[in-house]
């Protein structure tokens, strides 16, 4: 069971650049959610999506794309990269459609550095 | 918003309790409890529901005052293995979960 997948782990990007954090699950959750770690700050929610189809804006979304076209993959899209998005993600999901009514599964996180 | 969380930082010695707090100006239906080990995922302690049903690993203890959108988290007898980041997560209506910046606690032998 491998629970939620991450990847790449480690990325390092020069600004303007693009790329895809690809995130998967295979525990049939519907909702999916990606997080921003900074040091002091705690985990910031970037977006959320409680179904396939289905997506929202969560605390930092500016910077970031995501689309939901399958219950299983959940990709954040960095469009240009900025220093500013130097960050740990993680990827996380939940049983129940309702966001906070079950326990979330964290992914391994991704490191990613922008140059 | 960010719920926010005290203390932000704990040293206790093994044996000793602690309690984190939670506290948020929005109106809640979850308080959900983390703990996170330097350079791994968070890991699901706790989650209590409003109306009083509650989720979670045995030997952790939690409350959760809907009435002043607060909650607060137990450590009794702590163990070495206790030291880590904890985060507190809230459900705010309209879909969001939000955690805090955390509290960072320290078990020394």
């Known amino acids: 069971n491998a629970g939620v997948t991450q990847t790449p782990k480690f990325q390092v990007l020069k600004t303007g650049q693009s790329m895809t954090l690809q995130c998967a699950q295979d525990m049939n959750h519907e909702y999916m959610s990606w997080y921003r770690q900074d040091p002091g700050m705690g985990l910031r929610l970037i977006h959320y999506s409680v179904g396939a189809g289905i997506t929202d804006q969560g605390e930092v979304p500016n910077g970031y794309n995501v689309s939901r076209s399958t219950t299983e993959d959940f990709p954040l899209r960095l469009l240009s990269a900025a220093p500013s998005q130097t960050s740990v993600y993680f990827c996380a999901s939940s049983p129940p459609a309702a966001p906070g009514t079950g326990e979330l599964f964290f992914g391994e996180g991704s490191r990613l550095t922008v140059l | 918003q960010q719920p926010v969380q005290s203390p932000q930082a704990v040293i206790l010695r093994e044996g000793e309790d602690a309690v984190i707090n939670c506290s948020s100006s929005?109106?809640?239906?979850?308080v959900h409890w983390y703990r996170q080990k330097h350079g791994e995922a968070p890991v699901f302690l706790m989650i209590?529901?409003?109306?009083?049903e509650q989720k979670g690993h045995e030997k952790i203890s939690a409350s959760f005052n809907e009435k002043k959108q607060q909650s607060s988290l137990y450590l009794t007898a702590s163990q070495l293995s206790y030291s880590g980041t904890y985060f507190c997560?809230?459900?705010?209506?309209?879909?969001?979960?939000?955690f805090g910046a955390g509290t960072i606690l320290r078990v020394k032998s």
């Open positions: 997560g809230t459900g705010e209506y309209g879909n969001k979960l939000v």
């Open positions: 209590l529901l409003k109306g009083g």
């Open positions: 929005k109106a809640l239906y979850s």
